[in-house]
């Protein structure tokens, strides 16, 4: 894991962009301890600069790199895990290696196959190669948007980095606030897209690329996409055996490294079976797996579930409790490394535990996007309960191939039970509405926010909805539960991925998610919904294809919390002040984005936390810590 960033601009003498340059990997250090190099074409079109995070090859994976008569050079964030097998085929095209690196088989599979060459990659990546003979620069970014890509275009020079704060850098003038990102980041938490919270920053979206030539505006080229197409010629066994097989390979490619490794475990079933299957695949090799909690009670405290799994695995078990403290220390800082704020409170734990794992090792496994892809978020099954509903009124729930109905849903109800407030606020307005109106009104934030939002501050919410519509339907699937997944694999598993991402490298710690490989993404999308999603079980195929890995006691559990904080306690009580000298303090009052008025009465309240004070806190200290200065 690295830093990246680069300049491509015609014209420019070689001291501007090498000053530059420098002045771009500088706030990138974090993510490469190891070491830093700068490359610049003597022409004086592109410059392109590395921080290094040393894990494959540690002696000779050194960049920027080149190949043999340096005509191709890399500058790349990221790993591909089946490079090994790429270098095998690369050579029996009579390509010579120099190194053991996966940085060099990018370099010879482009000159191999050209821009093409990243659909033969498996892995995580954010890279850029300028071909110096045709003068272009080719940039992409991996499937799933696991690694960060950022760039700006003025019309006539690109500048592009692994993090935001690099580009903030060297630009001409100061930050400036993107309206529609903050109109998303108030509804959702996140930008959707390309947006960001900085005006004139843009993200490279996931499975794109972007091409850059002479005298030309950058070209974005989607090269991959999710596509449900539902596999009638298999059966329910034959998905549980390709899952299980799949599991296993994606975790087996992840634990190639030349540096210690280890793995989160939260003691939830995602975690647990990535420490079980690197269990199975090291054999008696020692197992670090790292844990957070917090001392407010069960509700806030995995650790029976995490140390339980750790002796079936047989691992070094580390963990760490955290304070209202840890906290009011950190959060600043948090926000300044995730350059714009995010999700929700889990980048708090995961920041503190992510140092735990950077203390012993190099590389940690962890168990992101199990949720998104195997179907268990409880509000998929609030959002099926409606549409089975409305088939079993309106008669329509058997004429749809591969529908759940209302019958075959009602065992998994209980699932719902601490959901009861939920459900009363989804169903009080809209019931039987357009699905996607209906799932927009489920991920809707705003809701939260509404009251703290100032006066003076107008947003037409109709297109946000317009926005979050067209990602909804984008795939054109024809069953609800596939239109979830495709939304939130392009935009809450974003905001996860950038969480993941911003805390492992704030401690130059390089995370690999193995569930997240694109065949089990592709394998899934290919399950028909009855089958994956089967009785409305939350992760029933998962559940299925890893039964035998992992003990009971994290194969049954149904109360997964998801790394939840204890803000709405420490808010009451130890945080009280910290949090109203920020949003009710006279920055904030005369920024006119928040109400302090009615933050400061929320405040005063018996449960003064929520996701829009959550929400009102991140975004001032990013005002504070990004415009302001």
Known sequence: ??????????????????????????????????????????????????????????????????????????TFNGCVYNYQDLARVLRQHGHVFRTNSDTEVIIHAYEQWGTECVKR????????????????????????????????????????????????????????????????????????????????????????SLLV????????????????????????????????????????????????????????????????LARLLLGNSPIKTFTGAFEEGAAFDETFYARAVSESAQTEYL?????????????????????????????????????????????????????EIFIGYARYLLAYLEECLRGAIEDTAHRGRYVATLETIVQSLPTLESYIPMLKRFWSDGLFDAPARRYFRLMDRFSDSRAFIGKDLKFDTEKTFEEFH???????????????????????????????DRTSMAWGLESRVPLLDYRLVELIASVPPVIKFKNGELKYLFRRAVKTLVPDVALNRIDK?????????????????????????????TRGIFDSDAIEDSLTRQAPFSRGIWGALCLELWFRQFIDR
Not at 329 to 346: C, F, L, Q
């Open 1 to 74: 894991m690295c830093g990246i960033a680069g300049i491509c601009s015609p014209g420019t003498s070689r001291e501007s962009l090498e000053s530059r340059l420098s002045g771009m990997t500088a706030p990138l250090s974090h993510r490469g301890p190891d070491g830093e190099g700068l490359w610049i074409d003597p022409s004086g079109r592109c410059a392109i600069g590395h921080k290094r995070l040393a894990i494959i090859d540690p002696v000779g994976g050194a960049q920027p790199m080149c190949n043999e008569d340096e005509t191709i050079w890399i």
């Open 470 to 500: 067209a990602i909804f339907d984008a795939q054109s699937a024809a069953a609800m539960i596939n239109r979830i997944q495709a939304f939130d694999l392009k935009t809450h598993l974003q905001a996860l991925l950038h969480v993941e």
């Open 319 to 371: 963990e760490i409790y955290l304070t209202p403290q840890d906290f009011a220390s950190s959060i600043e800082k948090i926000i300044w490394n995730m350059d714009e704020p995010a999700a929700g409170p889990g980048v708090f734990p995961q920041y503190w535990v992510s140092k735990l794992a950077s203390e012993h090792v190099k590389v940690v496994l962890g168990g992101q996007g199990g949720d």
């Open 561 to 589: 919390m998801g790394f939840p904080v204890p803000l709405s306690q420490w808010v009451e009580r130890d945080l009280k002040n910290f949090v109203a000298d920020i949003l009710t303090g006279a920055q904030c009052r």
């Open 213 to 276: 030539r002479p005298g030309e505006p950058p070209r974005e080229t989607c090269y991959w996409d999710i596509s449900f197409h539902a596999d009638t010629e298999h059966n329910e066994d034959y998905f549980v055996d390709m899952v299980r097989w799949l599991l296993e390979d994606a975790v087996r490619l992840r634990l190639r490294s030349d540096v210690p490794l280890g793995t989160h475990l939260s003691g939830g079933l995602d975690s647990s079976v990535v420490v079980s």
């Open 121 to 208: 990659f498996n892995g995580m990546w954010g890279f850029a190669i300028w071909d110096t003979r045709e003068g272009t620069l080719f940039c992409s970014r991996d499937r799933l948007g696991v690694k960060p890509f950022y760039y700006r275009y003025d019309g006539k020079e690109l500048i592009f980095a692994s993090e935001i704060k690099a580009i903030l850098a060297v630009s001409p003038a100061r930050p400036e606030l993107n309206r529609d990102g903050l109109r998303q980041y108030l509804t959702f938490q996140y930008c959707l897209g390309p947006e960001t919270l900085f005006d004139g920053v843009s993200k490279l979206e996931p499975g794109h």
